[in-house]
T-cell receptor, first 114, second 114 residues
Framework: DAGVTQSPTHLIKTRGQQVTLRCSPK?????VSWYQQALGQGPQFIFQ???????QRGNFPDRFSGHQFPNYSSELNVNALLLGDSALYLC?????????????FGDGTRLSIL | DQQVKQNSPSLSVQEGRISILNCDYT??????FLWYKKYPAEGPTFLIS?????DKNEDGRFTVFLNKSAKHLSLHIVPSQPGDSAVYFC?????????????FGPGTRLSVLP
């Protein structure tokens, strides 16, 4: 039973560039959420996708955008990268809407901005 | 404004003793609470959860207690083992726009000493 997989594991970019991170949810899950985790902090919610639509969004600027594909996989795009975007980006998946369910996390993508 | 707080950044416990990790929240709309464990270079792993209609949930060595009136929950690990050494995140969720919105605390680093 495949868990949540994220790619790449590490990425180095420079200020002003754009980046795309990818996530495949746990088998059977249809909802994908993205989080940013800075050093020493808990995961901060970016947005959530269900049925290929952004359903909820945290307090992140429009430079952060995403997409969900028909197979439930998802991408996180960040434009005009800033030094402060350096963080661990986590993808979490869960099943459906309407029942309390835990989210399951991937191992993250470590993004470093130079 | 942190909606989920973990006021102890770190905790050290002797092997075999009880570990108690605490978490406080402010949003009365939260109705589902979770604990995650995170090792370095891995994503958070789901440990145990509790619905707001309960005050206790057990799973092996892990027990979560919820005090709704105090907006407080705790995770008890008995007996503690060296492999339990990790960062523990408390999370809470509420339903927003038909989706679960998860909010994480900043984490507590548990060290179990042999």
């Amino acid at each position: 039973d495949a868990g949540v997989t994220q790619s790449p594991t590490h990425l180095i970019k420079t200020r002003g560039q754009q980046v795309t991170l990818r996530c495949s949810p746990k088998s059977g899950h249809d909802t994908v959420s993205w989080y940013q985790q800075a050093l020493g902090q808990g995961p901060q919610f970016i947005f959530q996708y269900y049925e290929e639509e952004e359903r909820q969004r945290g307090n992140f600027p429009d430079r952060f955008s995403g997409h969900q594909f028909p197979n439930y996989s998802s991408e996180l795009n960040v434009n005009a990268l800033l030094l402060g975007d350096s963080a661990l980006y986590l993808c979490a998946s869960s099943l459906g809407q309407g029942l309390n369910q835990p989210q399951h996390f991937g191992d993250g993508t470590r993004l470093s901005i130079l | 404004d942190q909606q989920v707080k973990q006021n102890s950044p770190s905790l050290s416990v002797q092997e075999g003793r009880i570990s108690i990790l605490n978490c406080d929240y402010t949003n009365s709309m939260f109705d589902y609470f979770l604990w995650y464990k995170k090792y370095p270079a891995e994503g958070p792993t789901f440990l145990i959860s509790i619905s707001s209609i309960k005050d206790k949930n057990e799973d092996g060595r892990f027990t979560v207690f919820l005090n709704k009136s105090a907006k407080h929950l705790s995770l008890h690990i008995v007996p503690s083992q060296p492999g339990d050494s990790a960062v523990y995140f408390c999370a809470a969720s509420e339903w927003v726009n038909y989706g679960q919105n998860f909010v994480f605390g900043p984490g507590t680093r548990l060290s179990v000493l042999p």
